[in-house]
């Protein structure tokens, strides 16, 4: 039975003190034993699953893949409360910086349950958003944006992407994403939605190679499109950032690579 003094200190964490209390204890204590040491890693894990909130948001900020794989394994698929948080709303409602979005993306892509049942799903949530008019017509430049670069993240990490049983519908979402887009009187909207049907096509085999869609009608060197090219590059060894706890004084920097361990109301998809 939990005792009151640690519940007290859960929400102490939680409400207040995430930075001053939980980062000490993340970065000196936690990180460093977690991976061999099996107490200290249910009593991390206690911490950040017992309240779903700023103390996960903190660890996701300044961790990575590796270190959400390490923390959360698998419970996503068990605990509906951390999917909804780490999906709907970081994903979908928080429009977070996009590197905390890959990492967030690959490790659901980091076991194959997390793949089947999880990232299958964000990636046809983020098509069909794309694909939907009156979220193009309505949605800000940096809300439509947002969601093309999630969009591209997750055709980088295409190698996971298993979608055969779902071609017919996304065919249809990507084509008919890329009509209501062309027909945008916004130069953004009409690029960005040929760029992305273009690689969207490409990358998920939707047609035979003799049959690829091409556009010749948007500016391929434009900043924007640069910036989503570089998002979509192909990250089979499933690179992320690196670990920092932005600490002026005391910045420790660790390379992560695998193998070594608000869009509210368009939402509801």
Known sequence: MKSESTKNFTTILSYSYTEYIWRPLYKNLFIKKSSHDPLWLRLAQYFLLEIIDDILLYTIQHGNAIILDLFLSDRILHLPLLEIYLTDTLLFRKQLSIDIVRTILIYLTMSTNRIEKCFENVFQR????????????????????????????????????????????????????????????????????????????????????????????????????QILTKLAELNHSLNDRELSDDDDDEKEKIRMKKGQSTITEYLNL
């Not at 939707?206 to 010749?216: A, T």
């Open 126 to 225: 983020f098509l069909t958003l794309w694909s939907q008019e009156s979220f193009i017509r309505f949605s800000s430049n940096t809300q439509h944006f947002y969601i093309c670069q999630c969009i591209c993240i997750c055709l980088s990490l295409n190698k996971q992407l298993k979608l055969n049983e779902d071609k017919d519908k996304i065919i249809m979402s990507v084509l008919n994403g890329i009509r209501i887009h062309i027909e945008s009187t916004f130069d953004y909207i009409r690029r960005r939605g040929q760029f992305i049907g273009e690689l969207i096509i490409q990358r998920i085999n939707l047609f035979s190679p003799s049959n690829q869609l091409h556009f010749d009608t948007y500016d391929k060197n434009h900043s924007e499109i």
